[in-house]
């Protein structure tokens, strides 16, 4: 069985108690803290010791996903917050200006493949470049920007083939011809079944769509749909 969960960034921009409260009425085991903006961060670290995490089986941290390089040295320090816990930290390679100033942080720093928007990060040979550096970092794989860099999905194949050891986490959403991630349609579920067999039952996937809470079940049922189309047809026919 898949462990799913979402991204609170997804559900409620910027207001982490409500994606918590979001997440924790689906029963969810699995969340993701989002402080996708630079100002986000200090907010969120400082927090941390007040939010209601004990239900959770499986939690990880999205750091912005684009700084100034002058903020780097500080969002390096008070992201040692979140590697105290032991928590996966979730980081795009182009917001990594001094790439050995974030080594410390071992194989809990889970770099993720990027979309178009970015200069760096989207296919098997940035990733390698990337993890050449950074040897013990993992990945977090998002099937969205995979599938918006090669509709084919042949690179994600590639990438979940070649960096398959390193795989920590799933990022699942459609993602738009904006780069902005939507609810899953029927062609992202039928491209993201393409690769579905490559990735193990035991990666926790963590939803970016942007969805209501009324429609949080059926972005589930999608997903598992896409990553679980076997399993999804056996359901169907009960």
Request: glycine content about 4%; hydrophobic content about 45%; charged content about 20%.
């Amino acid at each position: 069985m898949r462990h799913i969960g979402f991204s609170t960034g997804a559900l409620a921009r910027a207001d982490v108690h409500r994606g918590l409260e979001m997440v924790q009425r689906q029963s969810l085991r699995v969340v993701e803290l989002s402080a996708l903006r630079q100002n986000e961060l200090l907010p969120l670290i400082q927090q941390l010791d007040h939010l209601n995490l004990r239900n959770f089986e499986y939690i990880s941290f999205h750091a912005p996903s684009s700084m100034e390089p002058g903020f780097e040295p500080t969002a390096l320090k008070l992201l040692e917050r979140v590697k105290a816990r032991g928590w996966p930290l979730i980081v795009h390679p182009d917001a990594m200006y001094n790439i050995q100033d974030w080594a410390g942080f071992g194989e809990l720093l889970c770099i993720e493949n990027m979309d178009k928007r970015k200069p760096v990060g989207q296919t098997a040979a940035d990733l390698g470049r990337i993890f050449a550096e950074l040897p013990a970092a993992s990945l977090c794989f998002d099937l969205g920007h995979a599938r918006q860099i090669d509709p084919t999905m042949s690179e994600a194949a590639l990438i979940l083939t070649q960096f398959k050891s390193r795989l920590k986490q799933l990022h699942v959403s459609e993602v738009n011809s904006q780069s902005k991630h939507d609810p899953l349609t029927l062609e992202a579920i039928m491209a993201f079944q393409r690769v579905s067999s490559l990735i193990p039952q035991d990666v926790p996937v963590i939803l970016e769509s942007r969805v209501d809470e009324s429609h949080m079940k059926a972005e589930i049922a999608n997903t598992l749909s896409a990553l679980d189309p076997a399993a999804a047809l056996s359901i169907a026919g009960d």
